[in-house]
């Protein structure tokens, strides 16, 4: 069964979308077939894998208003085979006004993903979402299985967590009954501050194991990597930062392992 999961967090600057195409890009490389769906009008994860997202390239925003199948959106990333993705261009900063008025707004994007599906097979698919709980994170969520929470190694970092959790609560009971909170990832990990170990303490001890094991460090390759449209593992594959997405995607791929053995065999 393809893993549909959703990258959200509605605070900006936490590294959600570098863990997403970072993340990607790793389990590309470990020879899966991989698809990243960018719902960010900014278009950032389009860019740091190297696809067109120029005004009137086709996007997610024509599949969302019903005018192209998520299929006709699609460019395969130049630097890695295997790793797919469907652009967004600036004309998705309209799509919540456009959608607001239409009927099962909140489904438009599962529909295109399950139609894409029954024609083409993807072990992964993962969902870039704007840093905000509107309408285009509420179509990722109701679209994904699993959920992952980059929070990040700051002060801030747990505040507006539990409006999220509320958020996939209330999409849960109403909307997605199948979704969960996959995994946590704690992000922009700087080991020379007391604050960064005390918060990241703080965030395994309220989740504990959804807490990946692997943190993601401050890097300045990491930054520099979308400049190149590259992601970090292509364009340092031996960077501090590039090392740490590798094993944080082996850990999404072992999680995976692990609930579909749940599954297929019940605790009675």
């Known amino acids: 069964m393809t893993r549909v999961i959703t990258?959200?967090?509605?605070?900006?600057?936490?590294?959600?979308?570098?863990?997403?195409?970072?993340?990607?890009a790793a389990i590309a490389q470990a020879g899966h077939s991989v698809?990243?769906?960018?719902?960010?009008?900014?278009?950032?994860?389009?860019t740091a894998l190297g696809v067109d997202h120029r005004e009137g390239t086709p996007s997610v925003y024509d599949v969302l208003i019903g005018e192209l199948a998520l299929e006709q959106v699609l460019q395969e990333?130049?630097?890695?085979?295997?790793?797919?993705?469907?652009?967004?261009?600036?004309d998705l900063a309209g799509a919540e006004i456009e959608l607001v008025a239409q009927v099962a707004r909140e489904y438009r994007l599962s529909r295109a993903?399950?139609?894409?599906?029954?024609?083409?097979?993807?072990?992964?698919?993962?969902?870039?979402?704007?840093?905000?709980?509107?309408?285009?994170?509420?179509?990722?969520?109701?679209?994904?299985?699993?959920?992952?929470?980059?929070?990040?190694?700051?002060?801030?970092?747990?505040?507006?967590?539990?409006?999220?959790?509320?958020?996939?609560d209330m999409v849960r009971t109403h909307l997605n009954p199948d979704l969960r909170v996959g995994a946590i990832l704690l992000t922009m990990y700087d080991g020379?501050?007391?604050?960064?170990?005390?918060?990241?303490q703080e965030v395994r001890t309220h989740f504990g194991e959804q807490v990946l094991a692997t943190i993601i460090p401050r890097s300045v390759?990491?930054?520099?990597?979308?400049?190149?449209?590259?992601?970090?593992?292509?364009?340092?594959p031996t960077s501090s930062g590039a090392l740490a997405y590798r094993?944080?995607?082996a850990e999404v791929i072992e999680l995976g392992a692990v609930h579909t053995h749940q599954q297929s065999y019940p605790q009675t």
Request: charged share 15%; hydrophobic share 40%; with cysteine.
């Open 221 to 236: 390759r990491v930054s520099e990597a979308p400049s190149y449209s590259q992601t970090v593992v292509t364009y340092d």
């Open 77 to 90: 990333c130049p630097d890695i085979p295997g790793l797919w993705a469907a652009p967004a261009t600036i």
């Open 192 to 200: 020379r501050t007391r604050l960064a170990s005390q918060v990241a």
């Open 113 to 168: 993903v399950d139609a894409l599906l029954e024609r083409r097979a993807f072990d992964y698919v993962f969902l870039d979402c704007p840093p905000s709980l509107g309408l285009l994170t509420l179509n990722g969520l109701v679209t994904a299985r699993e959920v992952l929470l980059p929070i990040q190694c700051e002060y801030y970092a747990l505040e507006g967590l539990s409006q999220l959790l509320r958020t996939i």
């Open 7 to 24: 990258v959200a967090n509605q605070k900006g600057g936490v590294g959600k979308t570098t863990s997403t195409v970072n993340i990607a």
């Open 247 to 249: 094993e944080a995607a």
């Open 35 to 46: 698809l990243v769906i960018d719902m960010d009008p900014q278009g950032n994860a389009s």
